[in-house]
């Protein structure tokens, strides 16, 4: 499973186990709040499908007991309904995710069996602290039939000596990948590189994949994704436009312009930013690299600050800067 | 002067032989046709100075028979009137560069004793064929009392057995550093590893400095030069907010936020972005990352195209990737 540093023949090859998941929905619906068009969906699914991608990750289960349908759109909570309504049963090689959070899903009762569901793989995402309530989710979909992935997320702010015991703890577990999530964009590839190896030291001896999520504050979320390819990560997000949180994701259509497996299209992937991405971004939805993202992500804390700031269109960066200064002091 | 990959360590410290660039004038120059207020070039010099950075560089020196004064800025020409306006006697820890291009400058008469010069650095840029001509024009400004470098241009269309001959023809000169220069955009961290060995072997043989000067088509120009640093690349061009021609370049600001010595000041990039930068761009001043760099980046080719395209503010990139598919075949 573990791959050295790249060689300049593996750099030309490829390797067959690299699977790319399109997060768009799910991670670019934190900016819409899921209100995406079926027209968008549809066509993205059918992308995915064309662009040789290998999971697409419809959003959220998320509890309706804590959240009010009125306030997100459908892919937040991904009825099994709506999901058919798009996918029919989803007779093709493009596997379907949806992502459960530790403490906002009811997932004994809302996640159903795999059989009866479309859905083929549940992620899990959770914080360091909160693995015992992770690892019980991922037993209760492995058991329903599903595959299962674990995301740590904010690796950045998690003591490496928990991580270690985290990871131990899903080693054991029945999950069959471990994601590495830089949640802050605050990583460089150093780090990334570091990181990479811990993950894989436990992949090599429990039998896991280990994935990478990152997130462009400081223009590093394909070149992080890189890095960790590089090591031997074989799990891969990415999203249209790098359509996500703050200052989104890694990119698509970097990542596939990068990938040498002739399976994978770009094509496909431009022909659908030009078709919708452009639209979303002249409806005023909000994502990418800018100045106040960078600032939390040097900081290496939660977006959030700097998501109000930009939603506010203030330009008077500096005084962003002395006020994160403010709150890490 | 070889510094293996960093550790740990070496990445929490500094290494002081690193010296940072600010190429904004000259880079950007090319796409506001060298047309800087005063104003603006005065607040640079004065940020750079605070912030720490090493060089400011402050044009090109053009032949004037070749270019049309009223055509551009004066920064194109960099009379040395118009940089003591600037900078006076220049008598601070900031150092001074211009480039000159080979073919383009008429550098015998043109550039004058560094006796009599506010500049303290020639830069002169040439693709790996001309380097005779390059050679010549480094011998000249050396012999005048500058410090020198060689930036080879487009180094991703050298042939690897060209590009060796040139760089012992470099190592075996006067000149004192040599940069990589990526001029479209189209290399990968593992690539920039590689060529940043090729050329730290010729400098350890011949005791030069190796610089790296990237471009953002792919959002690899910061991670491309942390990949550079990391292997004992120690100049390092920079722009404020990436301004440069195209995707533009590795941002001043993500660097500074990097780089550990702690002479490097985040503060005053961030205050002289907020008062300049933005005012350019809402000026209709285009650079930075779009789709159509990241084709001409992926196909490995100058961004012209992108760049005439981006101008004429089109939005259907998949009839883009086309033409530009079709001019490679």
């Known amino acids: 499973m573990r791959n050295d540093k790249l060689t300049p023949a593996q750099l030309m090859g490829f390797r067959e186990q690299i699977k790319v998941l399109d997060a768009t929905v ?11 068009t ?21 959003g959220y289960k998320a509890d309706k007991t804590m959240f009010n349908e009125d306030d997100f759109g459908k892919w937040k909570f991904c009825n099994e309904d709506d999901i058919r309504d798009i996918v029919g049963d989803n007779d093709t090689d493009l596997k379907l995710s949806i992502m459960a959070d530790v403490g906002r899903c009811d997932y004994k009762n809302d996640i159903i069996d795999r059989a009866n ?5 549940i992620r899990v995402a959770t914080y360091v602290t909160t693995m015992p309530a992770a690892i019980d989710m991922i037993e209760d979909a ?3 039939g599903y595959e299962t992935t674990c995301n740590i997320m904010a690796v950045s702010n998690a003591q490496e000596s928990d991580l270690d015991i985290a990871l131990d703890m899903l080693g054991k577990s029945c999950v ?18 570091r990181i ?24 590093l979320a394909f070149a992080n994704t ?13 999203t249209y436009d790098g359509m996500g949180r703050g200052a989104g994701n890694c990119a698509m259509e970097l990542l596939l312009g990068f990938l040498k497996n002739p399976k994978y299209k770009l094509f496909p992937v431009v022909k659908f930013i030009e078709q919708h991405m452009n639209k979303l971004r002249e409806d005023g939805v909000l994502w990418g690299y800018g100045i106040p993202y960078m600032i939390t992500g040097q900081f290496n804390q939660h977006p959030r600050e700097a998501i109000a700031y ?3 269109h203030k330009k008077d960066y500096s005084e962003f800067y002395k006020h994160i200064l403010d709150m890490n002091s």
Chains 1, 2 share one sequence.
């Open 142 to 144: 492995a058991k329903k």
């Open 196 to 219: 990479s190896n811990k993950y894989l030291d436990m992949a090599d001896k429990y039998g896991k994949q280990i994935g990478i999520h990152a997130h462009n504050n400081q223009q």
């Open 310 to 312: 930009t939603e506010q």
């Open 38 to 58: 079926d027209e968008f969906v549809r066509d993205l699914y059918k992308t995915n499908i064309k662009a040789g991608v290998d999971y697409m990750e419809l």
């Open 176 to 193: 069959n990948g471990v994601y590495i999530v830089d949640s802050f964009g605050s990583l460089v590839p150093e780090q990334i590189k």
């Open 26 to 36: 799910r991670d670019g619906g934190l900016v819409n709040s899921f209100r995406f």
């Open 117 to 121: 569901s479309a859905i083929d793989m």
């Open 226 to 238: 890189i890095e960790a390819l590089s090591e031997g990560v074989n799990l891969i997000d990415a």
